[in-house]
């Protein structure tokens, strides 16, 4: 039996005192089933999500697993009823994994919301390793515009980004604020910058590095979560972890805006924050609060798409493979600019 090396989660972790989660390790090489493709990984990234998992906000469906749902390489053999991608081509993987493909959501295009939605790196093996396996119908095609590294985080950062700007219901001339500045929100302020030329773009972040970021790469205003950016806003996609930024984004929202909360959890730490709220000052006068849940196929090949029309090139940081741990924990400590990506083949 071929094996491979991969890093490992064999259960949850608390990062405080565990800051090496993950565990090189050699395994078996997976077999592709009669729909699948083996892909041969050269990068995966890292994201936000693979912290929920390990500290088990969103856990595992089981373990031991192996994290990663951004995964770039090369189909390495196809399963005997696969006929989509052939020996060699490059291929994709993002965090969805599968669906039921018969439920009224999947029917209707929000298999994002299938009650079997099954996610890659939490209920399937993931991309932290040299060989991963997928349906067929669920990898995707990498424009050539784009290097290994750089598709990486266009399949999930640069996907739910996009799948958020679209909720957001934004037009040229609005004005758009981003809370929070990861690996997602740079993503979308080059989309909305591309997108709507007139648009106004205000960022909002803890870090006066990812400030810094935000204004180079185009922002109109960067600062704090709690700090006056001038004007209303008709949108505000918030990335955070925590509730803080929401109770101000209601603050600084229009009448009829919209708040897109692009997080698969929020802590609890600061969600006293919420009784404070006031309905008549943040809440009234139609304002709404929306939260984004996973993305759909389509989302991620529309926005291939997309950024291969607009020649995104996103910023990347690259480590080894055995040093994922390292990333992860600069991730969770804020040490961010642009996507975390994992070189391994």
């Known amino acids: 039996m071929k094996r491979m090396m991969a890093m490992v989660l064999e259960g949850v972790a608390d990062l405080k005192t565990n800051r090496h989660p ?10 592709p089933a009669d729909d699948e493709i083996l892909i041969r990984i050269n990068v995966c990234g890292v994201c936000h999500t693979e912290l929920d998992e390990i500290e088990g ?15 770039t390489g090369v189909v390495e053999s196809v399963g005997r009823g696969a006929r989509l991608f ?18 009224g959501y999947c029917q209707t295009g929000m ?5 079997d939605f099954k996610a890659t790196g939490r209920d399937v093996n993931g991309g932290y390793a040299e060989f991963m396996t997928i349906p067929e119908n669920f990898a995707y095609t990498l424009p050539d515009l784009f290097s290994d590294e750089e598709a ?21 001339g609005m004005a758009l604020g981003l ?33 810094k970021f935000a204004m180079e790469l185009g922002a109109d205003w960067a600062g704090g979560h709690d700090e006056n950016p001038g004007c209303l806003l008709d949108a505000i996609i918030d990335t955070t972890p925590v509730w803080s930024p929401v109770f101000y984004s209601l603050r600084n929202l229009k009448p009829g805006g919209r708040v897109v909360i692009n997080a698969i959890r929020k802590e609890n730490t600061d969600i006293g924050i919420l009784s404070t709220i006031s309905y008549s000052e943040q809440i009234w006068m139609e304002k709404e609060v929306k939260s984004v849940a996973n993305v759909t196929r389509k989302d991620v090949g529309d926005f291939l798409l997309l950024a291969a029309e607009m020649r ?11 040093d994922a741990c390292t990333a992860l924990m600069e991730l969770k400590e804020r040490k961010i600019r642009g996507a975390k990506v994992l070189r391994i083949g």
């Open 152 to 172: 990486a985080p266009l399949l999930c950062a640069g996907a739910i980004g996009y799948r958020s700007l679209n909720l957001a219901n934004i037009s040229d």
């Open 312 to 322: 995104i090139k996103p910023e990347v940081q690259i480590y080894k493979l055995e």
């Open 22 to 31: 993950l565990r090189l390790m050699e395994v078996p090489v997976p077999s």
């Open 57 to 71: 906000r969103t856990p595992p469906a089981f373990f031991p697993i192996i994290p990663g749902h951004q995964a």
């Open 111 to 115: 298999e994002n919301l299938c009650p």
């Open 179 to 211: 809370s929070g500045f990861g690996g997602s929100a740079h993503l979308v302020l080059k989309m909305a910058l591309h997108k709507f030329p007139k648009i106004r773009v205000v960022v909002f972040a803890r870090s006066e590095t990812e400030r």
């Open 86 to 103: 052939r020996i060699g081509d490059r291929a994709g993987v993002a965090w969805i994994a599968s669906s039921c493909g018969k439920c």
